[in-house]
């Protein structure tokens, strides 16, 4: 890309390599970790238009949020303690974690926290966690009062002219 115009495309390898299928320009791929980059603009975007506040306890934004905890310190996890892998949970659940058809929405890892115990106090420990990220899902959806996957499309995708891109690449015009 040069002064907003593309200049080159391609693909390489291939898009499945069992069925010898190549890679193009056009091949759609799972975002997988990538993901984090477009929830943090989404969140930010909502701080920008003061729907979120990155220090304000994620209790307030998720009523429902129980996890246990073996520690004195009983810090509130944040918003921001979410976004940047300080929260002090727990970094994964592996059900069904990676599959190419996820069948279920992400909010159901509030289920999931009930049960489980702090890793550590927020602000202590880095620990990549994807969880977390769920949660700030969860919280993109209650702020905004849209899905996840619509707001993505409408405010991040679309504004940016990336007509190949989706939440859920079903979704992805054909062509």
């Given at each position: 890309?040069?002064?907003?115009?593309?200049?080159?495309?391609?693909?390489?390898?291939?898009?499945?390599?069992?069925?010898?299928i190549e890679?193009?320009?056009?091949?759609?791929?799972?975002?997988?970790?990538?993901?984090?980059?477009?929830?943090?603009?989404?969140?930010?975007?909502?701080?920008?238009?003061?729907?979120?506040?990155?220090?304000?306890?994620?209790?307030?934004?998720?009523?429902?949020?129980?996890?246990?905890?073996?520690?004195?310190?009983?810090?509130?996890?944040?918003?921001r303690t979410?976004?940047?892998?300080h929260s002090?949970?727990?970094?994964?659940?592996?059900?069904?974690?990676?599959?190419?058809?996820?069948?279920?929405?992400?909010?159901?890892?509030?289920?999931?926290?009930?049960?489980?115990?702090?890793?550590?106090?927020?602000?202590?420990?880095?620990?990549?966690?994807?969880?977390?990220?769920?949660?700030?899902?969860?919280?993109?959806?209650?702020?905004?009062?849209?899905?996840?996957?619509?707001?993505?499309?409408?405010?991040?995708?679309?504004?940016?002219?990336?007509?190949?891109?989706?939440?859920?690449?079903?979704?992805?015009?054909?062509?």
């Amino acid at each position: 890309v040069d002064s907003r115009r593309l200049l080159w495309a391609a693909g390489f390898g291939y898009q499945n390599k069992e069925d010898q299928i190549e890679a193009s320009d056009k091949s759609i791929y799972n975002l997988a970790s990538v993901t984090k980059v477009i929830t943090a603009t989404a969140i930010m975007q909502l701080v920008e238009k003061g729907l979120i506040d990155l220090d304000k306890p994620i209790l307030e934004y998720i009523s429902e949020f129980k996890i246990k905890s073996r520690f004195k310190d009983n810090t509130p996890i944040t918003v921001r303690t979410l976004l940047t892998h300080h929260s002090g949970l727990p970094g994964d659940r592996q059900i069904n974690q990676f599959t190419r058809k996820p069948h279920e929405h992400f909010n159901v890892v509030l289920d999931h926290f009930k049960n489980e115990y702090r890793a550590f106090p927020p602000d202590h420990v880095w620990a990549y966690c994807n969880l977390g990220y769920n949660l700030l899902g969860v919280i993109i959806e209650r702020a905004s009062g849209i899905s996840y996957e619509d707001y993505i499309n409408g405010n991040i995708f679309k504004p940016l002219g990336m007509t190949n891109s989706a939440v859920n690449k079903d979704k992805i015009p054909a062509g």
